[in-house]
T-cell receptor, first 113, second 114 residues
Framework: EAQVTQNPRYLITVTGKKLTVTCSQN?????MSWYRQDPGLGLRQIYY???????DKGDVPEGYKVSRKEKRNFPLILESPSPNQTSLYFC????????????FGPGTRLTVT | KNQVEQSPQSLIILEGKNCTLQ??????????LRWYKQDTGRGPVSLTI?????NTKSNGRYTATLDADTKQSSLHITASQLSDSASYIC?????????????FGRGTSLIVHP
């Protein structure tokens, strides 16, 4: 089944404790992206990747890192999480770019205390 | 800064009724416009996509329209069902430096009551 998977789905952590949210797609898509969704603000793009080893900042990249060493994986790294990073995170992928249909993962709900 | 404004912010209708959601944008240069449906607690799913030359696109009971001159789009839902209760997100992409940059609206929350 074609899909985007994220892990974990739910995470509660404390300020400053490094964490990684994994994202994997099995559709051989070139483009992958991370978004955060907050009430009243909608989806905001954190980072995106046009292909392996090619990543770029979105609208809200501060406090996040990403890597794209393999085509199928695009992990999101929070080196020192802070409470303002409490949010619902979505990973998405598309065939070539964001103008193509993006397929979203199920979401990761992160709480930083 | 490019913007995508959606209205209304929320909408409650009775099952079987029609409704129309609005999306106004300032994104330029325009590449395409998508409508996504997001069920509570799940990721968005694409409903329709329209490019500059298209002014209407249907997907079952969903019909999207686009007026590129006035930079407005609408999503019309016919004969609503309980399963239409969701958030509807308008996304407009611009082509910038060889990359497509999406700008997301904040969504319209639709509740369909029996």
């Amino acid at each position: 089944e074609a899909q985007v998977t994220q892990n974990p789905r739910y995470l509660i952590t404390v300020t400053g404790k490094k964490l990684t949210v994994t994202c994997s797609q099995n559709m051989n898509h070139e483009y992958m992206s991370w978004y955060r969704q907050d009430p009243g603000l909608g989806l905001r793009q954190i980072y995106y990747s046009m292909n392996v080893e090619v990543t770029d900042k979105g609208d809200v990249p501060e406090g996040y890192k990403v890597s794209r060493k393999e085509k199928r994986n695009f992990p999101l790294i929070l080196e020192s999480p802070s409470p303002n990073q409490t949010s619902l995170y979505f990973c998405a992928s598309s065939l070539r770019g964001s103008s193509y249909e993006q397929y979203f993962g199920p979401g990761t709900r992160l709480t930083v205390t | 800064k490019n913007q995508v404004e959606q209205s209304p912010q929320s909408l409650i209708i009775l099952e079987g009724k029609n409704c129309t959601l609005q999306c106004n944008y300032t994104v330029s240069p325009f590449s395409n416009l998508r409508w996504y449906k997001q069920d509570t607690g799940r990721g968005p799913v694409s409903l329709t996509i329209m490019t500059f030359s298209e002014n209407t696109k249907s997907n079952g009971r969903y019909t999207a329209t686009l007026d590129a001159d006035t930079k407005q789009s609408s999503l019309h839902i016919t004969a609503s069902q309980l399963s239409d209760s969701a958030s509807y997100i308008c996304v407009v992409s611009e082509l910038s430096g060889g990359s497509y940059i999406p700008t997301f609206g904040r969504g319209t929350s639709l509740i369909v009551h029996p």
